[in-house]
């Protein structure tokens, strides 16, 4: 049982790495779309004050 345990690690390690890299391509697009959020709201703010 502990051999066919360690005989899967690799599996486990490469699924680990692969969340990881998942996760990390996530944060990077929900920081940049964040940004830009944060960018265009002043600029509506301003419209809805002239009108």
């Known amino acids: 049982m502990v051999g066919e345990a360690i005989a ?6 490469w699924v680990a790495v692969g969340l990881f890299v998942v996760g990390l391509f996530g944060v990077m ?3 940049k ?3 830009r959020s944060k960018q265009q709201q002043p600029a509506a703010a301003d419209d809805k004050r002239s009108s």
Request: charged share 15%; no cysteine.
């Open 33 to 35: 779309s964040s940004s």
């Open 29 to 31: 697009v929900y920081e």
């Open 8 to 13: 899967n690690f690799e599996l486990y390690v």
